[in-house]
């Protein structure tokens, strides 16, 4: 369906859950991808074995993408080993949950640093780069708790609601030079994200869903691939729920 040939990819938390298979749908629609991660190198090494031949399509980048000083070596260093980047998945995500009134500041803080400043550092310097080809496509993964607020998740709601807001306001200031910027927001999807939920409360958040499942990392990644694609080369400052009607 998608023809990613000669494009390359930056997928940041792209070696587990759905970042791992954002990464692999690209693969295996032609693209080389860049797939960055914070910390376990045994998780990314056994992911790019686990592609076989495919894993030349694969470069692995490790850095923190809330340590700005970070961010910017990393893009000084791609620099001289791409000849350019054609999409950038801002997809690093993590939670801390807990109730507001009993929130550690520094879970507040956190979160907000991997899921806003990070998207916003790895956007700017995107934007950057790709209005000197005048082509790019960002997508940031968002999340269905940035419209619904689920409880105990003050610090999560906020910081993927912030992403939706920040990229609307930079979509009207990069449209001209055929950039684009989505946002994608998964609703319960069945990776390691949301594996230390109570069986209790897995089952209540199946009830609110109309379709009474939990969507596939396939569902995810079919949507980024679209929005990253010529084909949506009009669709630009908007958000896409992938959460099966809720």
């Not at 954002?22 to 990314?44: L, M, R």
């Not at 090494?45 to 070596?73: M, N, R």
């Not at 910081?159 to 910027?181: D, H, L, N, R, Y």
Request: glycine share 10%; charged share 25%.
């Amino acid at each position: 369906m998608f023809n990613f040939n000669n494009q390359v990819a930056i997928v940041t938390g792209g070696t587990r859950g759905i970042g791992k298979g954002i990464t692999e749908a690209y693969i295996e629609n032609g693209a080389k991808v860049i797939a960055t991660y914070t910390s376990n190198d045994k998780a990314a090494l056994e992911f790019k074995e686990s592609l076989g031949e495919k894993g030349s399509q694969l470069i692995l980048k490790k850095f923190d993408v809330s340590d700005h000083i970070a961010v910017e070596k990393f893009w000084d260093e791609i620099a001289s080993e791409v000849e350019k980047v054609d999409i950038l998945v801002n997809n690093s995500g993590i939670r801390r949950d807990g109730l507001s009134p009993v929130m550690p500041e520094e879970d507040w803080t956190r979160v907000i640093d991997v899921n806003l400043s990070g998207t916003f550092y790895m956007t700017k310097r995107a934007v950057s780069h790709f209005m000197k080809n005048r082509y790019g496509r960002i997508i940031n993964m968002s999340s269905i708790g940035g419209k619904l607020g689920l409880p105990g998740q003050a610090n999560y709601a906020a910081s993927k609601a912030g992403q939706i807001a920040m990229s609307k306001s930079i979509s009207k200031e990069v449209a001209k030079k055929g950039i684009t910027i989505n946002n994608v927001c998964p609703g319960f999807i069945e990776t390691e994200l949301i594996s230390d939920l109570p069986a209790e409360q897995v089952k209540e958040y199946k009830k609110q869903v109309p379709m009474k499942r939990f969507g596939k990392v396939e569902d995810v990644a079919n949507a980024v691939l679209f929005l990253s694609s010529d084909k949506a080369s009009y669709i630009t400052g908007t958000t896409l729920d992938i959460s099966g009607g809720l």
